[in-house]
């Protein structure tokens, strides 16, 4: 965690590759973080339009400040601290230790993938308005830097994925994919971190959000205990997915689900003909059931890999962002929605 500095950082070091780990010290390369090279590159070609934008409504265009904004969400409410999320994901974890003690947005709007979303004025003004600013890190959300300098100096900012042993999340700068919360224990120390942060910004609730920081802890011990016993009813031989993002790494690896591939290498990149053909083939030969796709991508690739290879198509998982329906409103609903989809879909 740490205190924007007067003057933010413009520069990242994007890599192009990521590393994932398998067993004691074993690597698999990977391409998923190829994804943000590419939402990069296609967000600096429309920082102009975005810069007019801020024009129009009135922005100096000599610096843009989100007070000048002439529409804005409504300021939050007195006396509490704003906590501003970047998905709604993470603000659920966030819910879960505030309680009612501070007010909560996440910006990233549900169904909107993480990866590709482009900020918004709004955005602007939310992060003008923030006590404490929560992120995953490890290379989720590259399009937040350009926005951060519109916080009040005196904002926290909390990268989650910091909280992680160095031996999971990586050391900085990095690539690692970036999708821990799908295991409930990494989300469970995102919870504590959650709470430190909330905690030193608000220090008069300070036992308050520590008390429900433990309480969460206790559910999602609880949650990670039923999805092992949900899991170990497929056929062992059947524990496998295909996926059209690479999201899954951490939750197979802790439930003993082996994860053959992802479709695309980053959202909206198209595999190649070859690279399609080959995993068609590794779906067949390994009998694979069904291949997973998520609300915020077409399902198109998915669909065409399904019946190339005979399979089913599923396409309501979620995982970088909640649902709509109350069900799916919360980080707990939204894994026991996901792990009932997986365990009907291979079973």
């Known amino acids: 965690m740490a205190v924007i500095p007067a003057r933010y950082r413009l ?3 994007i890599p192009q590759t990521y590393l994932t780990r398998e067993g004691k010290g074993a690597v698999r390369p990977q391409t998923y973080s190829r994804m943000i090279l590419d939402s ?52 659920a974890l966030v819910r879960m230790v505030s309680d009612d003690l501070a007010e909560v947005r ?12 482009e900020p918004t004025p709004r955005d602007l003004v939310a992060l003008s308005q923030a006590s404490v600013i929560v992120e995953n890190g490890a290379g989720l959300e590259t ?21 992680l042993p160095v031996a999971v999340a990586g050391r900085p700068g990095e690539a690692v994919n970036p999708h821990f919360w799908l295991d409930p224990t990494y989300a469970a120390r995102y919870v504590s ?8 910004a608000d220090p008069r609730h300070a036992a308050a959000y520590r008390a429900n920081a433990a309480q969460e802890r206790k559910r999602l011990a609880a949650l990670d205990a039923w999805i092992r016993r949900q899991i170990a009813t497929i056929p ?13 790494y951490y939750f197979d690896r802790r439930y003993g689900i082996q994860d053959l591939g992802a479709i695309e290498s ?10 399609f053909a080959a995993l068609v083939a590794l779906a067949r030969a390994r009998h694979v059931p069904a291949i997973f796709a998520e609300p915020e991508f077409s399902p198109r690739l998915a669909k065409e890999l399904a019946d190339s290879a005979g399979i089913t198509t599923v396409t309501d998982l979620y995982d970088d962002s909640l649902g709509t329906t109350p069900a799916l409103s919360t980080y707990e609903g939204m894994m026991k929605h996901d792990v009932m989809t997986i365990v009907q879909a291979l079973r």
């Open 236 to 248: 062992p031989a059947r524990r496998v997915m295909v996926t059209d993002h690479d999201a899954w």
């Open 106 to 117: 996440a910006l990233v709007p549900i169904g909107v993938s993480p990866e590709t979303y």
């Open 11 to 13: 520069a990242l070091h």
């Open 266 to 275: 980053s959202p909206g990149k198209e595999p190649s003909a070859a690279d």
């Open 193 to 200: 971190a959650i709470a430190d942060a909330l905690a030193a």
């Open 143 to 163: 399009w937040l830097a350009k926005v951060l300098g519109n916080a009040p100096p005196q904002a926290r900012v909390l990268v989650l994925s910091e909280s």
């Open 40 to 91: 990069w590159q296609g967000k600096m070609r429309v920082r102009g339009a975005w810069i007019l934008a801020m024009c129009l409504l009135g922005v100096s265009c000599g610096h843009v400040t989100a007070p000048a904004l002439q529409e804005s969400p409504a300021p939050a409410s007195s006396g509490r601290p704003l906590v501003v999320a970047t998905t709604s994901t993470l603000a």
